[in-house]
């Protein structure tokens, strides 16, 4: 995917135009209001000055896993009240996304007015990325921006579909979120640690892989730590392990000396017996583990050994927590790790991006968020991307056309 090839919104008068901007509107909502708006507060800049430019600006989404057509609860009709609250404009909303209510709520639009419409995935021709319902979609437009770069790992109608139709472009939201991965992974300043940790070996199988190809420092946590320690031959006791992965682990560990990528494992780990808030427990050396007790964090001889491999490198990369950070005390190895990269960040010495669900509440849960170079809300596209994959909603926009 050459990626030089994407061209940007910014490049093209809108003026008059009626410019389709997918965006990722899945906010949290609870009894009809908006509980966090921080991905809307993300996204609406980049719809504010489409408008300020002229366009006629029509926002699509999808909202939920709605089963079998259109469900009250997953109406995107709450979220255009907080678009309209926080742009402190007007927003329209279309009762529906294709057909004669869209195309009435477009008509109505003047120059730098704003729509949102309905739930995308009403309509099962959006999962599908049904040609019919992207071309009934691109009716409403007459250029299309993908800004959501959190949906890009699936070929939708509204994140693929759309770019047969309609001249194609990548938002500001999309663009920044690509940059900030290209940093930290394609081109990035040297050396390079990458930090993975979460539960499993066999869900991060490919992001492993992928990552002792490019990175130079490849610092392991959290339960999948467990699986390679016990493949190193070190008994892990009750924690969560996958022995099954064993080999798996164990030629992983073979690539990256190939590839001259440093591993690093716990030293020592907090243990306890029970898996609980407020549990007892005591910090150990990896090998003195009790057949009866659970790593639940890394203890702070590894959090010292990790940090001063931090202070080597000048690009980190990091996804999934080093410990079972919800549950207290369980979270002390991440949020110390969370505020030594922000610590660094801030004093200009680590370019630091860090992405997915759980990273990015342990971030916030360690108050440094804001400190890091980047972090990304995007969670399955996140990954998809440290895999090496590419993603669809990407390339599309990519792609060589006549635009
Ligand atoms: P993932 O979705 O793969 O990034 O996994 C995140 C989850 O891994 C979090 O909910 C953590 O609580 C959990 N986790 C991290 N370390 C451990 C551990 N040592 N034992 C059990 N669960 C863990």
Same mark, same amino acid.
């Given at each position: 995917?050459?990626?030089?090839?994407?061209? !940007?919104?910014?490049?093209?008068?809108? %003026?008059?135009?009626?410019?389709?901007?997918?965006?990722?509107?899945?906010?949290? &909502?609870?009894?009809?209001?908006?509980?966090?708006? #921080?991905?809307?507060?993300?996204?609406?800049?980049?719809?504010?000055?489409?408008?300020?430019?002229?366009?006629?600006?029509?926002?699509? @989404?999808?909202?939920?896993?709605?089963?079998?057509?259109?469900?009250?609860?997953?109406?995107?009709?709450?979220?255009?009240?907080?678009?309209?609250?926080?742009?402190?404009?007007?927003?329209?909303? $279309?009762?529906?996304?294709?057909?004669?209510?869209?195309?009435?709520?477009?008509?109505?639009?003047?120059?730098?007015?704003?729509?949102?419409?309905?739930?995308?995935?009403?309509?099962?021709?959006?999962?599908?990325?049904?040609?019919?319902?992207?071309? =009934?979609?691109?009716?409403?437009?007459?250029?299309? +921006? $993908?800004?959501?770069?959190?949906?890009?790992?699936?070929?939708?109608? *509204?994140?693929?579909?759309?770019?047969?139709?309609?001249? *194609?472009?990548?938002?500001?939201?999309?663009?920044?979120?690509?940059n900030a991965l290209r940093t930290a992974l394609?081109k990035p300043l040297r050396p390079t640690a990458?930090?993975?940790?979460?539960?499993?070996?066999? #869900?991060?199988?490919?992001?492993?892989?992928?990552?002792?190809?490019? +990175?130079?420092?490849?610092? &392991?946590?959290?339960?999948?730590?467990?699986?390679?320690?016990?493949?190193?031959?070190?008994?892990? $006791?009750?924690?969560?392990?996958?022995?099954?992965?064993?080999?798996?682990?164990?030629?992983?560990?073979?690539?990256?000396?190939?590839?001259?990528?440093?591993?690093?494992?716990?030293?020592?780990?907090? &243990?306890?017996?029970?898996?609980?808030?407020?549990?007892?427990?005591?910090?150990?050396?990896?090998?003195?583990?009790?057949?009866?007790?659970? &790593?639940?964090?890394?203890?702070?001889?590894? +959090?010292?050994?990790?940090? *001063?491999?931090l202070? @080597?490198c000048k690009t980190l990369l990091w996804?999934?927590?080093?410990?079972?950070?919800?549950? %207290?005390?369980?979270?002390?190895? #991440?949020?110390?790790?969370?505020?030594?990269a922000?610590?660094l960040t801030k004093a200009g010495k680590l370019v630091s991006v860090a992405?997915?669900?759980?990273?990015?509440?342990?971030?916030?849960?360690?108050?440094? !968020?804001?400190?890091f170079t980047y972090?990304?809300?995007?969670? $399955?596209?996140?990954?998809?991307?440290?895999?090496?994959?590419?993603?669809?909603?990407?390339?599309?926009?990519?792609? =060589?056309?006549?635009?």
């Amino acid at each position: 995917m050459n990626l030089d090839k994407l061209k !940007t919104i910014d490049e093209i008068d809108v %003026s008059g135009k009626r410019v389709l901007v997918r965006a990722d509107l899945n906010v949290p &909502i609870k009894d009809g209001r908006v509980t966090d708006a #921080t991905r809307l507060e993300r996204v609406l800049p980049g719809v504010k000055a489409l408008a300020d430019r002229g366009a006629k600006v029509i926002v699509i @989404s999808h909202f939920g896993r709605p089963k079998n057509g259109p469900e009250a609860e997953l109406s995107l009709k709450p979220i255009a009240e907080a678009m309209q609250h926080l742009l402190g404009r007007p927003v329209a909303f $279309g009762s529906d996304s294709i057909g004669a209510d869209a195309d009435k709520t477009v008509g109505s639009l003047k120059n730098g007015d704003v729509a949102l419409l309905e739930n995308l995935r009403f309509h099962k021709g959006e999962e599908k990325n049904d040609p019919k319902f992207a071309e =009934e979609l691109a009716k409403l437009g007459d250029i299309f +921006v $993908g800004d959501a770069f959190s949906c890009a790992h699936r070929a939708h109608a *509204s994140t693929e579909g759309l770019t047969h139709f309609l001249p *194609s472009f990548a938002g500001p939201l999309l663009m920044e979120e690509i940059n900030a991965l290209r940093t930290a992974l394609e081109k990035p300043l040297r050396p390079t640690a990458a930090v993975v940790g979460g539960a499993k070996v066999s #869900t991060k199988i490919p992001v492993l892989t992928n990552l002792v190809a490019k +990175v130079d420092k490849l610092i &392991i946590g959290g339960g999948m730590a467990n699986t390679f320690l016990q493949a190193t031959g070190v008994m892990v $006791g009750n924690s969560l392990a996958e022995p099954e992965f064993d080999a798996t682990a164990r030629d992983i560990m073979t690539e990256a000396k190939r590839k001259g990528c440093e591993i690093i494992l716990p030293v020592d780990a907090v &243990i306890a017996r029970e898996f609980k808030e407020g549990a007892a427990s005591e910090v150990v050396a990896v090998d003195n583990v009790p057949f009866d007790a659970m &790593i639940l964090d890394v203890g702070p001889k590894s +959090v010292t050994r990790v940090t *001063s491999v931090l202070e @080597s490198c000048k690009t980190l990369l990091w996804n999934g927590p080093l410990g079972a950070f919800e549950i %207290s005390p369980f979270g002390e190895g #991440t949020f110390a790790l969370a505020r030594a990269a922000a610590n660094l960040t801030k004093a200009g010495k680590l370019v630091s991006v860090a992405g997915g669900g759980d990273t990015v509440a342990a971030l916030n849960a360690a108050g440094v !968020t804001e400190d890091f170079t980047y972090v990304s809300t995007a969670g $399955g596209a996140f990954l998809e991307w440290l895999e090496g994959r590419e993603l669809p909603g990407v390339m599309a926009l990519a792609r =060589e056309k006549a635009n």
